[in-house]
Every structure is written in C-alpha cells, then in structure tokens.
C-alpha cells in the first residue's frame, strides 16, 4: 500500500499519541492501583494482631513525628478496636487503621475524616479536630449482617 508521506506523518503522530496516551493511563492506574487512595501499605490481615501498630490499638502520644498522636484501629465484623477513642481538641492525629476481615468503612461523622478500611491495606489519614466534643465514628461500606451496628466514638476533649 503506498501512502502519502503526509498520511505517513498522521498515523505516525497517531499512533505516537496512542502510545503515549496508554503510556500515561498505565501509570496513573499503577499509582492508583486498586486499593483505597489513604492505604499506603500492605499487611498480613490473617495477622494484623501480631503486626505493630496493630498489636497495640488505641492513642498513642509520639514524638518527633508531623503529628503529636497516632488513633490505631483495627476493624472486624461488626466492631472497631478500641471502642473509643480519645484524643486533646487541637492536637494533630494521625488515623492508622485496617481490617481483619473484609472492607469496612471508617467515616467521622461532622469531621472530614473518611477512611475505606480493606483487608491487606494500612489506610491513613491526618487531622486535628478542632472542637469539643463526642463525634460518631460509623462503617460506611457494606459489611455483612452487622454493618448497621458497626461504630464506635472519638471524643475530643480540653
Ligand atoms: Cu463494617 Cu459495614
């Protein structure tokens, strides 16, 4: 087939262009991946009890760190560990939390705290609360037969 050396030039640029576009897609969804944008790393769920800063759920002042205090959660069906949480209004926390079982949500009602909790992935979020009070944590993702009694509390306190 003899081409125009201008259609040459066109599919060239086309198929140039294609390459490119794909190139572009197959990164961002490598990036993206197919977990929850807040989970930045894997775990072992079947052992999430045994795995630091799982083994130890609750808040923890640290130091030295962008935040002052780490809320470690760990949900399973139909409940979070630890029921409440406890943090100084103010105070920057960071929310590091996974599940044991299957997808759970952890959403902070009247906060922009909104977290999707896949088994196998470590979601973080950081945050500081600025105002008194008792905030209902609740499971925004369909999790079984309990999912509409799965919460707990953060109370933020002077
Ligand atoms: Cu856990 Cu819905």
Redesign the pocket.
């Known amino acids: 087939m003899h081409l125009h050396k201008y259609e040459k030039y066109w599919l060239v640029f086309g198929v140039g262009s294609l390459i490119v576009f794909l190139l572009i897609t197959g990164i961002m969804a490598f990036h993206n991946g197919s977990h929850p944008p807040s989970a930045k790393n894997t775990i072992n769920h079947e052992k999430v009890d045994e795995i630091a800063p799982f083994n130890n759920p609750g808040v923890h002042k640290v130091e030295g760190k962008d935040w002052d205090y780490e809320a470690v959660v760990v949900?399973s069906?139909?409940y979070y560990d630890p029921p409440v949480l406890e943090v100084p209004v103010g105070a920057k926390v960071k929310f590091i939390a996974t599940s044991k079982d299957v997808v759970?949500?952890f959403g902070v009602a009247g906060t922009n705290i909104n977290m999707m909790l896949e088994p196998g992935y470590v979601s973080e979020y950081v945050t500081t609360v600025n105002k008194v009070g008792e905030y209902l944590i609740v499971?925004n993702?369909?999790?079984g037969a309990g999912?509409a009694q799965?919460h707990s509390m953060l109370k933020v306190v002077d």
């Open positions: 949900a069906a139909f759970h949500g499971c993702e369909y999790c999912h799965m």
